[in-house]
């Protein structure tokens, strides 16, 4: 089946240390974007590219770092330099023609401090 | 930055009942999307909407873009214990050359048996 795959499902973190989010998907889509969802708000963009090789900060991107080597990876970093990793991360894809096409979600990883 | 009021935040209805929800913005946007997430999941794209004034249907789930592009609505029809959930609405607008997605700050539906 098509789709987005996030792991791991549940992520610990502990001080001073980096830890890799993963996303892949198989949907050919060109676009693929990170958020972060915290208890209340609305999702949150951190980064998002819209072709290999090219990224973009959303609004949130200080802590956080990603690549696009591959059109159907694209890897999230979260740094030592973010102080409040605690959260539920979402990746997400479109296809990139007119840019309306709708966001599709993976199931998410929880990244929680140790 | 930009921002989209999404209501009511959460509400409890008895199956059977129909359940009404909106976003509100004072930014114009393209298009709009309806989302429903479930605990522990990612979210689940419900309705897309791409034109001022476009009323679609999926199944018991109606919404509509708003004429002046700048509110959408979610209404489920005889509501059931599965649409429990957390509904999100998202307007998409185009900021400096570069597409860009606001989502709201979600409803979370709670259905009575």
């Known amino acids: 089946d098509g789709g987005i795959t996030q792991s791991p499902k549940y992520l610990f973190r502990k001080e001073g240390q980096n830890v890799t989010l993963s996303c892949e998907q198989n949907?050919?889509?060109?676009?693929m974007y990170w958020y972060r969802q915290d208890p209340g708000q609305g999702l949150r963009l951190i980064y998002y590219s819209q072709i290999v090789n090219d990224f973009q900060k959303g609004d949130i991107a200080e802590g956080y770092s990603v690549s696009r080597e591959k059109k159907e990876s694209f890897p999230l970093t979260v740094t030592s330099a973010q102080k409040n990793p605690t959260a539920f991360y979402l990746c997400?894809?479109?296809?990139?023609?007119?840019?309306?096409?709708?966001?599709?979600f993976g199931d998410g990883t929880r990244l929680s401090i140790l | 930055g930009q921002q989209l009021n999404q209501s009511p935040q959460s509400m409890f209805i008895q199956e059977g009942e129909d359940v009404s929800m909106n976003c509100t913005s004072s930014?114009?946007?393209?298009?709009w999307l309806w989302y429903k997430q479930d605990p522990g999941e990612g979210p689940v794209l419900l309705i897309a909407?791409?034109?001022?004034?476009e009323l679609t249907s999926n199944g018991r789930l109606t919404a509509q873009f708003g004429i002046t592009r700048k509110d959408s609505f979610l209404n489920i029809s005889a509501s059931i214990p599965s649409d429990v959930g957390i509904y999100f609405c998202a307007g998409q607008l185009t900021t400096s050359g570069t597409y860009k997605y606001i989502f709201g700050t979600g409803t979370r539906l709670k259905v009575l048996a």
């Open positions: 949907l050919n889509h060109d676009a």
């Open positions: 930014s114009i946007f393209n298009t």
């Open positions: 909407l791409y034109k001022a004034g």
């Open positions: 997400a894809s479109s296809i990139y023609d007119s840019g309306n096409q709708p966001q599709h």
